[in-house]
């Protein structure tokens, strides 16, 4: 029964931050997804790539190309930040990178 409440407990505070998952590289290891997706939403990244590059904005996120590397990732969110004065926090910053490596570069731990 123990192992069990352990297992359970394990698998929870996973899923409150899964961008701990072993593959993830270190700069997103403490990164809070949750807040990540809803600093996208808030900030209408989307709908600003969408007016910058057209379509549904995802034109933007291209694992191949000058964006190769996570740290490289989390430089274009922060120039972003910095561009449109979004007056986002570092960890912030991170949070948002995390996401987007999760849903369209997929870097792995290196």
């Known amino acids: 029964m123990k192992r069990l ?10 899923n409150l931050h899964g961008a701990h998952a072993l ?3 270190e700069i997103f290891r403490e990164a809070d997804l949750r807040q990540g997706e809803r600093l996208l939403e808030e900030n209408r990244c ?7 590059f057209g379509g549904d ?3 933007i996120y291209r694992p191949v190309g000058r964006v190769n590397t996570p740290a490289l ?3 274009t ?9 979004l007056s ?3 960890e912030e910053v991170t949070d948002i990178s995390a996401v987007l ?10």
């Open 77 to 85: 969110v922060e120039q972003c930040n910095l561009t449109l004065n």
């Open 23 to 25: 593959d993830v590289p």
């Open 101 to 110: 490596n999760r849903d369209y570069y997929r870097f792995k731990r290196q």
């Open 88 to 90: 986002l926090f570092p």
């Open 46 to 52: 989307a709908a600003c790539h969408a007016q910058k």
């Open 5 to 14: 409440a352990f297992v359970v407990l394990a698998s929870s505070l996973f």
């Open 73 to 75: 990732l989390r430089g």
């Open 57 to 59: 904005g995802s034109a």
